[in-house]
């Protein structure tokens, strides 16, 4: 079925250390891997993708990596400021056409603690 | 390029009563998707319009309904409003959809149901 998990729902870290969050998706087809950045009262945005093509992407303190067997993709902040303090969400398509729904994950609270 | 916008930003209703709201997506952008947010259930995908057809569903009653325009500008209607209705409903424009391609969002415009 079409289904997105993300793990942790919460995560709080020390100013300066690493965050990871992971996803798993459960279509095989799937070929486009967006995480967007939702900070208290605004619109998401989109912070980095990645496509089935490549394994990892970086943008700065920003990168993804994605692992199409084991069908999860991460994502990982480094060096954490207090700008990184958001929900921060995964979303994977159900298929590898644009016309294919895109399923997002519930959701990652991120709290830099100063 | 101005962004996607959405109107009106805050909406106060009674139950039993009917809505619409608007999105003007991204020059150029031909598909919307329109999505449910409340505290703690992420982002719930309503449906997505391309080319004034409805592409892609999710999983809400009939109540809720959407139309996409020849200039790409969309509107939700939801009709019988119940209390858990209230929510902020966000849209998202692409070029061509959600599978490949990554999502811009508007704003939001957030209803209340009293």
């Known amino acids: 079925g079409e289904n997105v998990e993300q793990h942790p729902s919460t995560l709080s870290v020390q100013e300066g250390d690493s965050a990871v969050i992971k996803c798993t998706y459960s279509?095989?087809?799937?070929?486009?891997f967006p995480w967007y950045k939702q900070e208290l009262g605004k619109r998401p945005q989109l912070i980095i993708d990645?496509?089935?093509?490549?394994g990892e992407k970086k943008d700065q303190r920003i990168a993804v990596t994605l692992n199409k067997t084991a069908k999860h993709f991460s994502l990982h902040i480094t060096e954490t400021q207090p700008e990184d303090s958001a929900v921060y969400f995964c979303?994977?398509?159900?298929?590898?056409?644009?016309?294919?729904?895109?399923?997002f994950g519930s959701g990652t609270r991120l709290s830099i603690r100063p | 390029k101005a962004g996607v916008t959405q109107t009106p930003r805050y909406l106060i209703k009674t139950r039993g009563q009917q809505v619409t709201l608007s999105c003007s997506p991204i020059s150029g952008h031909r598909s919307v998707s329109w999505y449910q947010q409340t505290p703690g259930q992420g982002l719930q995908f309503l449906f997505e319009y391309f080319s004034e057809t409805q592409r892609n569903k999710g999983n809400f009653p009939g109540r809720f309904s959407g139309r996409q325009f020849s200039n790409s500008r969309s509107e939700m209607n939801v009709s019988t409003l119940e209390l858990g209705d209230s929510a902020l409903y966000l849209c998202?424009?692409?070029?061509?959809?959600?599978?490949?391609?990554?999502?811009?969002f508007g704003d939001g415009t957030r209803l209340s149901i009293l």
């Open positions: 990645i496509r089935s093509n490549v």
């Open positions: 979303a994977a398509p159900t298929g590898y056409s644009s016309a294919s729904k895109i399923i």
């Open positions: 998202a424009s692409s070029l061509h959809g959600t599978g490949n391609q990554p999502q811009h």
């Open positions: 279509d095989s087809a799937s070929n486009y």
